[in-house]
Structure formats: structure tokens, C-alpha cells
């Protein structure tokens, strides 16, 4: 237990000198990450009026149970013929013991109420916490995480110190009182005795000092096969719809069976321990007993004790010996505690590459202007050069389009742009300011902000007109109406049976593709953005669609710099080029540089990577044609 308290100090002297660096300001969309790392000092810090009160009346409840064997001793007495120096009568006893117990009861659950609520209070608060720095963490960092093992994190850990910060708590507590006061007492009642009948437990302390190292790894390995496991469950059932579609149930239960095979053996592992600890305290009690009724048998022959005190004495010794049963099932939920504290510390310790910069906006919009010079980013480990030296400029209101092969970094370009990816200084300018220095509120808040649509069309399991006001609480019913003529959604919402009531399901798995992506710009568009950055969002609706959307964008649905409607400044990635043929300027990207960059009509001319991707589009295209020619 020392090195225990060695280890906590430790570590909590590193946080605090880790907080101690002074605030440095640094925020993501106006919140700080976390400081650090927890430690259980800092955890209890908060609940210490709680637990004090706790304290007190886990005193007043061992109070009730140590006086109870000195009323039996005085009681025996009584009935042996030596009561008459008894300050009490044997009813008067009787109803003491009684009270006492109905009393002790009380204060027991009173205690157990307030220590295990200030468990559950730190689990709250914890929780908290955690889900706030997640939300400050940047989109690498869930890029390399799993999020089963997130969604493990969040509730078996949280559990297991909530586990710690009450159940262990109330049985360290009460141990201590137990010991402190039971101690003086047995040697109260004889010295010899109580010494002889205590040599056992020090062995207790050795045992649970030899287990403890063994069962803070094994509880580690175990919780991080949790993990695994959650990240098996959540994947197979958000894909479940993929998994039908190739038949691959068997393959996906097999996965499911190898992870919950780890779960069961690191799990049965962790428990031969913890089942050993119960029996092996239980052992050295007895040897306890044993040992002080040898003892007390001689002392009473001597004359040095009475019957009465032979009985105290063993009623104290089994007072003191359930502290130490209990102390395997405390240990195991304090090492459990502390694996799961190291896994959420694990989380609260990263930092995220993306935080605020000082500059914000007025009320005013951005102006939308953009301009991208000798743009890095490196990806993968090890890191390679996704996009590399590339420059560009945007003037506000113009339609820019990005083409490329899989892979050459077009996807990279908006999400820099978006500031979701970490850049250098100077490389990306919005407005004329470096995109660092701007706040990420400033930039993302609506309206006039910047908005980005993925190609997955993302949407929350919610009604389709909650999905589409998601980024634009303040929308109105107009807004929304005329967002979905934009997209070209009427005709879907007509047909749902309750309209933009309609629950969409988890990833708006009752959709088709082409409608989440409709919904999914939909979205966007109603935060009336003044720069629009658009991934392939367009690649799952009709080609005669796509067009009727492409010329809505041109018409104008975001918001100038006075917060009058204007055209957007629109980015869009697109593997199919016709929906680029009206854009202002083109740019191809191979392996992340740049290659050329002309209007539609320049770059079929130039006979480039653009011509080529075009010729190699429209073959496909007129391919396509003939074979539903043959197959009509």
C-alpha cells in the first residue's frame, strides 16, 4: 500500500506541475481540452465534504458495532454470578444490543447512500469531462481510434473507478476505523492474547502486496479486450447492411467469437486471482480465532481472563477479519479502478493539432476569397506527402472544381481548408487572414461560415427536417421548403408517409445514397455558407440531378459580407467531370501536386490529365449505353 501511495503522489505531482505551466489560452470552438491526466486525488478533491459526512457516519455505524461485544462480555458475567460490579442489568443489556443494532443499521445505509453517491457523483463528473475533451480532439485522432474502444472508455471504465471512488472507498474507510479502534482494544483485554491472535494478518498485507502488480495487468489486459470486443459490435452492426450483401454473417460471427474468447479468458484469468484473495483472507481469520482461543484457553486457566473476554475478544478478532476478507474484493476493485483510470487517461492526455486561432468575425460574413500557397499535408504513419507544394487562388464567388485519381489528394485540399487537418503557417489564407489565426467559430458558425459535405452524407438518427436544420436551429419553415426544392428532395419528401417528419434511422439507413446526400447538402446550404466545399457529395444522384443542383448553387443560397443572399464560393471534388464543365476553373491533382488548371474547354484542348480522365469517363459512359441498349 505504501508504493500505492507513492504511485498516486507520483502522479499527482506531475499533473499538478503540468498545470502548473499556466493556462495557455488554447481552445477548440471556445473550449479547453482537458488539462491532463486524473489522478484519484483530484477526482476525490471535489467530494470531500461528501465523504466527510460519510465518515461520520461510518463512525457512528462501527461505534454501534464495537460496543456490542463489551455488552456480551458484561452480559456473560451477569449470567456466570460476576455481575455484581456490572454497571447494568441483563435486560438493560438485551435492549442496549438491540438498539445498538436497529441504530447501526440505520447509520449503515445512511453511509453506504452518501460514500456510494459520491462515487456516482465522480463517475458524472468524469464522464463529463471526458466527453468534453473528446469534442476538442481533432478528426486524426478518431482517425487512428477505434470507436468501440471509445465507447468502452466511456462506460465499463467510467464504471469501474466510479467502483473505486465508492464501493473501495467505503471499505478502506471502514478497515481503517475498524483497525484503529479494534486494535487497542484487544490489547485492552489481554497483551499475550491479542498478539499471539494477531500474528496472521501481517501475512494478509504480504499476500495482497504479491497479487497486486498481477491483478492491475490482467485487469488492464481485460478491459482492453473490452474494447476490442465493443469495436467488433458497433462496426458489425453499422454495417450490418454490407455484411447481408456478401454473406459474410459467418465471417463477421467468427470475428465476434475470437474477440469475446480473449473477453472470456482475460476476464477468467483476472478472476482466479480475485477468487483467491476471498478464501485466503477467510484462512488467515480462522488462523486468527484458532490462535486467540489456544491463547485465551490458557489466560483463563491462569486467571488473567474471564470467559466473557475470550468471547469479546474472538467477536473483535471477526470484526476485524471481515475488513480483511474484504480487502481481496476491495483490492480487485481498486486495481480495476486504476486500469480503467490509466485507459481514461490515455484519452484525457491527447491533444488536439487544431485549435482556435484570436481572429474573429463580426456579425458580417466571410467574404470568401481563398488562397492556398505551397499547401503540405503529410498522412499515414509513416507520414507521407498526401498533398505536396500546391497553390491555388479563389476569388469569392467562384466555382472551383478538383479532379484527380483515387488518392491524389483531393479530399486532403477541402479538409485543410476546413482547418479539420493541421497546416502550416502561411500556407492557407481565408479573407486574407492566415487560416490559423482564425477562431474555428468564426469560420464554421452560421451563416457565413465555411461548410463542408462529405461523400458518406452522414445523418443523425433523427426526423428528416431535424437532420436538415441540424446547422441552422434558427431556420424557418420558408428556409427549409425552399432548401429542399434546392436539392431536389421534393418529390422524396411527398412520397415518405409523414413527409419531413420522417424518421430517418441510424446513418439514415432508410434513405438511399443519393437522397442522404441530398439531405446532407441540404444541410449545409441552410447554414447559408459564404464558402461551400463539396466532396464528391453528388456522386450517388442522377447526372440530370446533379445539373438542376449545380445550377441552384450558381443562383446564389449563401450570404454576402453584409449578410445579403449571394453566390457561394464553392470547391467541388468530383469523379464525374460533366458536373464541373461549368465551373470557373478546374485544377487536376496527381499524387498531391498540382498539374494544370483551365476551364473545361482549356484542358480538353490541352490534352492533359484532365483530357484524359474525360475520355476515359465518357468510353465508360457510352459503354454503359449500349449495354442497357442489349439488355432492353
Known sequence: MAATRTTLAMHFVVVVAVMAEGPSGTTVLGTAPSPGA?????????????????????????LCALAVPRLVNIGIDIVEGRGA???LSLSAVVALIVTLAVVGGVVRTQSRLVLFNAGRDVERALREDLFAHLATLSSTYFGRSSTGDLMSRLTNDLTNIRLLAGFALLNALNGILVVVVTLPLLFLLDVKVAAVSLLPFPLVIIAAQLVSKRMFRRTRENQDAIGALS?????????????????????VVARFVEKNDRVFHTSMRLARIRLLMGPLMGLMASF?????????????????????????????????????????????????GKASLSRINEVLVARPDVVDGAQRRSANSLQGPIK?????????????????DLSISVPAGSFVGVVGKIGSGKSLLLKAIARQLPVERG?????????????????????????????????????????????????????????????????????FPQGLQTIVGERGVTLSGGQRQRVALGR????????????????????????????????????????????????????????????????????????????????????????????EQQRREELAKRLRGDAA
Open 524 to 615: 449545409a446550404l441552410l447554414a447559408r455558407p459564404a464558402i461551400l466545399l463539396l466532396d464528391d457529395c453528388l456522386s450517388a444522384v442522377d447526372v440530370e440531378t446533379e445539373q438542376n443542383i449545380i445550377r441552384a448553387l450558381q443562383s446564389g443560397f449563401g450570404v454576402d459580407a453584409g449578410g445579403h443572399m449571394a453566390a457561394a464560393t464553392i470547391i467541388m471534388v468530383s469523379h464525374r467531370l460533366s458536373a464541373l464543365k461549368v465551373a470557373d476553373l478546374i485544377i487536376s491533382l496527381d499524387q498531391g501536386r498540382g498539374v494544370e488548371r483551365g476551364t473545361h474547354e482549356e484542358l480538353l484542348a490541352s490534352g492533359g490529365l484532365y483530357a484524359t480522365l474525360w475520355g
Open 38 to 62: 486524473r489522478t484519484l486525488g483530484m477526482l476525490f478533491s471535489p467530494q470531500l465534504p461528501m465523504m466527510a459526512r460519510g465518515f461520520l457516519w461510518l463512525m457512528l455505524t462501527n
Open 231 to 251: 469495436t467488433v459490435v458497433q462496426e458489425s452492426l453499422a454495417g450490418q447492411m454490407v455484411v447481408r450483401a456478401f454473406s459474410q454473417e459467418d465471417l
Open 288 to 336: 486468527a480465532t484458532a490462535a486467540a482461543l489456544f491463547s485465551g484457553g490458557y489466560a483463563v486457566a491462569a486467571g488473567r481472563m474471564t470467559i466473557g473476554d475470550i468471547v469479546e475478544i474472538n467477536t473483535r478478532l471477526v470484526q476485524l477479519a471481515w475488513p480483511m476478507i474484504a480487502l481481496g474484493f476491495t483490492l480487485s476493485v481498486w486495481q480495476r
Open 427 to 495: 500556407q492557407i489564407r481565408i479573407d486574407d487572414v492566415d487560416v490559423i489565426d482564425w477562431h474555428l467559430s468564426a469560420l464554421r458558425q452560421a451563416p457565413g461560415g465555411v461548410a463542408v459535405v462529405p461523400e458518406d452524407g452522414f445523418l443523425f438518427s433523427a426526423t428528416l427536417r431535424e437532420n436538415l436544420v441540424f446547422g441552422a436551429a434558427a431556420a424557418t419553415d420558408a428556409d427549409v421548403e425552399a432548401v429542399v426544392d434546392l436539392v431536389d428532395l421534393r418529390r422524396d419528401v411527398e412520397r
Open 85 to 87: 460490579t456490572a454497571p
Open 372 to 388: 492556398v500557397s505551397g499547401l503540405v499535408v503529410n498522412v499515414g504513419a509513416p507520414p507521407r506527402r498526401g498533398v505536396d
